[in-house]
């Protein structure tokens, strides 16, 4: 690329920075375009690294994934870059790419306990319960003495892993310190009253959902949690009010399609609940809860050979699952 001395490359960096903050991206690829072909006080990798979020947050995918790619090139022992990519990579569901790009970061950056938390949740995406394990806990050692105050995502990160491969009271363990600290986030009461969800205490479950939402009165996650509280009272209808309340703002929740597939099935509302199943496994192939469930769905269809075919792929799946954990 030919850059030339304008003056006006500081300017227009600085310009793109405030057009950047105030979420006027298409102003600030404008003016981060412009800063490119001069010399600005900003290095051209952060320059194209900025750009890059502007165009992701415009959901130019590619575009994006083409800056970073160029900033790589102009700086290819920068971890931050390839964290970058990985993160965009993640947002795209693109898992497997994102732990590539977190692996390289890491290479470049061995003890950033962020890059190894990203990598963690690229894991946990995946289901790979112990790579992510590892990983949150070499975090938390990097992340020193005050990581409960300073870093307390990575607890709550090692707390869903957790929760999810039902070691409670080592999650709860976790919650209780996170909660503990002066300012504990709202997602950690979530967490919480997940766990007692899961239990099967209701009356600790709500309350912990309660203080979620004291804490942060936006907290979307709280839907969902509430449609597996009500789906687990036998409560369907409810349980789908809330999925589809949660599906609004987040359409690519596998686990709310889930819900609603087997509340619809136990509704005996079997095409509803092979839709929901359909969505499940759009968004995640891999998903063998999602083949499961449907299988179940077709048998009581009558579709045997459709039924055999996902009971099939469900086997394949979590023999893949349990090798990795």
Known sequence: MKRDNSNDAEKFWQNGLACFEKNDYL????????ALHGKCGAPFEQV???????????????????????????????????????QMRSELTQYGKAIRDFTIALELAPKDATILHERSVAYEKESNWKNALQDIETAINFAGKDAKNTSPELFIQRAKI????????????????????????AEIYLICGDIHLEQGNFIKA??????????????????????????????YD????????????????????????????????????LNNCNRAVEYNPYCAEAYKIRAKIFRAKRDFLSAERDEKRTNELENKTKKLS
């Open 27 to 34: 102003n600030a690829i404008l003016l981060f375009t412009k």
């Open 48 to 86: 194209y690294l900025y750009r890059a979020y502007a165009w992701f947050k415009r959901g130019e995918y590619e575009i994006a994934i083409m800056d970073i790619n160029a900033a790589i090139r102009e700086t290819p022992d920068n971890a931050d870059l390839y964290k970058a990519r990985g």
């Open 162 to 185: 957790y929760k999810n491969t039902k070691c409670y009271e080592k999650a709860l363990n976790d919650c209780n310190l996170i909660q503990a600290t002066e300012e504990p986030p």
């Open 206 to 235: 709500h309350d912990m959902y309660a203080q979620a939402t004291k804490i942060d009165p936006n907290l979307t996650e709280v839907d969902i949690s509430l449609a597996k509280s009500y789906f687990l009272k036998d409560e």
């Open 238 to 273: 409810k349980a789908i009010f809330y999925c589809n309340k949660y599906i609004e703002k987040i359409p690519e929740s596998v686990e709310c399609y889930l819900i609603c597939a087997n509340s619809y099935y136990f509704k005996n509302e079997l095409d509803e609940a």
